[in-house]
């Protein structure tokens, strides 16, 4: 579901993550609602997966509404890096 190089941006609720998905994709970010990652953990239990090059679209579109995510990480070798905070 998430392939090498892609970022998953993950939020503290169900409530933020939905309206996080609904903004991007007025937007027409190209993003997919997907389960947290069983390496990661989350209370919600959702996150937003994109690939690394519309990073910079997606993180600015969230800032401007408000809607930064908890934290954002990447899929590399087969592992998760965090990138954020």
Avoid: W
Avoid at 1 to 22: L, P, T
Avoid at 30 to 57: F, H, K, M, N, W
């Amino acid at each position: 579901m998430v392939r090498e190089n892609d970022h998953v941006a993950i939020f503290h609720s169900i409530h933020r993550v939905m309206k996080a998905e609904k903004v991007l994709k007025k937007a027409k970010a190209e993003v997919l609602l997907i389960p947290v990652p069983r390496q990661l953990t989350s209370d919600c239990g959702l996150a937003i997966r994109y690939a690394a090059d519309d990073s910079g679209g997606v993180l600015g579109i969230l800032e401007q509404e408000g809607l930064a995510p908890a934290e954002v990480f990447m899929l590399e070798g087969g592992a998760y890096r965090r990138l954020s905070p």
